[in-house]
């Protein structure tokens, strides 16, 4: 079947039951491959991006090739990725439509930079939508709760590898400003298996992602619940197999042009975590307050 005016229709033919690509790539997620589930992660997270990206684009964000992406479509049902992207582009029209009925009517804010953007602006503008998906997409509920955890926790473990392994480390320096006692383990190391071998039903463990979820983490998560510890993930990825294992999933959002991921609306998350903790508990509150005035 060839590509026609009536593509559109066409792309959407493989989605049944009324059902959006987002929604049918969520449905089917546990059939992927590997490398199509770092895919699927990446166009239900970004679908905006995915709407208007080349094949070639979208396989680099999501670390894998084109070849997999095209796969990728196919096993939706779809001829090729441009049936997908028609697909893509039609919900999120439905998205910003959506969104346009249920406005307020308040004028548009300026932008923040001109259409002529510096590489260094765009990253900038990214972001800032980052960190405003990401408040737009946090559950009160389970934000809150992650903090009551956290707060009564005889012990916090945290877990984060690789490229947040820093952010790790910044959060347990919070959580220890706070007095809490907490651990960060970033790598397979003895001494990182001898700080997990402390979890109990007491304790807390914090696995951070970026993208596809490192086997430290999963394992970690795996770990905890057998031992009964409270888990929450830190993720971007919607679809991450830490989100599936954790008792309280966070996401945020780390889109960027740039050749790295954004780490900003993880390091707000961490902030208003620990800040939570911190509002939660005079005494801290009072013992933090001494200290700034010294």
Same mark, same amino acid.
């Given at each position: 079947?060839?590509?026609?005016?009536?593509?559109?229709?066409?792309?959407?033919?493989? !989605? =049944?039951?009324?059902?959006?690509?987002?929604?049918? !790539?969520?449905?089917?997620?546990?059939?992927?491959?590997?490398?199509?589930?770092? =895919?699927?992660?990446?166009?239900?997270?970004? @679908?905006? /991006?995915?709407?208007?990206?080349?094949?070639? /684009?979208?396989?680099? +964000?999501?670390?894998?090739?084109?070849?997999?992406?095209?796969?990728?479509?196919?096993? @939706?049902?779809?001829?090729?990725?441009?049936?997908?992207?028609?697909?893509?582009?039609?919900?999120? +029209?439905?998205?910003?439509?959506?969104?346009?009925?249920?406005?307020?009517?308040?004028? /548009?804010? /300026?932008?923040?930079?001109?259409?002529?953007?510096?590489?260094?602006?765009?990253?900038?503008?990214?972001?800032?939508?980052?960190?405003?998906?990401?408040?737009?997409?946090?559950?009160?509920?389970? @934000?809150?709760?992650?903090?009551?955890?956290?707060?009564?926790?005889?012990?916090?473990? !945290?877990?984060?590898?690789?490229?947040?392994?820093?952010?790790?480390?910044?959060?347990?320096?919070?959580?220890?400003?706070?007095?809490?006692?907490?651990?960060?383990?970033?790598?397979?190391?003895?001494?990182?298996?001898?700080?997990?071998?402390?979890?109990?039903?007491?304790?807390?463990?914090?696995?951070?992602?970026?993208?596809?979820?490192?086997?430290?983490?999963?394992?970690?998560?795996?770990?905890?619940?057998?031992? +009964?510890?409270?888990?929450?993930?830190?993720?971007?990825?919607?679809?991450?197999?830490?989100?599936?294992?954790?008792?309280?999933?966070?996401?945020?959002?780390?889109?960027?042009?740039?050749?790295?991921?954004?780490?900003?609306?993880?390091?707000?998350?961490?902030?208003?975590?620990?800040?939570?903790?911190?509002?939660?508990?005079?005494? +801290?509150?009072?013992?933090?307050?001494?200290?700034?005035?010294?």
């Amino acid at each position: 079947m060839k590509r026609t005016a009536s593509s559109s229709t066409t792309a959407l033919a493989p !989605i =049944v039951d009324h059902q959006t690509l987002t929604e049918y !790539i969520q449905s089917r997620f546990d059939e992927f491959s590997r490398s199509q589930k770092d =895919v699927a992660q990446y166009i239900v997270d970004h @679908l905006d /991006e995915v709407a208007f990206q080349t094949a070639e /684009e979208l396989a680099r +964000r999501a670390n894998t090739s084109s070849s997999t992406v095209v796969r990728f479509s196919q096993a @939706l049902g779809f001829h090729g990725f441009p049936d997908l992207q028609d697909a893509a582009r039609d919900e999120y +029209r439905r998205r910003v439509e959506a969104r346009g009925v249920g406005g307020s009517g308040a004028s /548009e804010p /300026e932008p923040l930079f001109g259409l002529d953007q510096s590489p260094g602006e765009a990253s900038i503008a990214a972001d800032h939508l980052a960190v405003e998906e990401t408040a737009r997409r946090v559950s009160r509920s389970v @934000l809150d709760a992650a903090v009551e955890e956290i707060g009564k926790a005889d012990r916090v473990i !945290i877990v984060a590898a690789d490229q947040v392994a820093y952010f790790g480390t910044y959060f347990r320096h919070l959580l220890m400003l706070l007095g809490i006692p907490t651990d960060i383990v970033a790598s397979h190391a003895q001494e990182g298996r001898a700080r997990l071998a402390r979890l109990d039903e007491n304790a807390v463990l914090i696995g951070i992602t970026a993208g596809r979820a490192h086997p430290l983490v999963v394992r970690s998560l795996q770990l905890a619940r057998h031992r +009964r510890a409270t888990t929450i993930a830190i993720t971007d990825a919607t679809l991450s197999e830490a989100a599936k294992l954790a008792q309280h999933s966070l996401f945020y959002s780390s889109n960027s042009p740039s050749f790295v991921r954004s780490h900003v609306a993880l390091l707000s998350l961490l902030q208003a975590m620990a800040q939570g903790v911190y509002a939660n508990d005079g005494a +801290r509150a009072d013992r933090i307050r001494a200290y700034r005035l010294k």
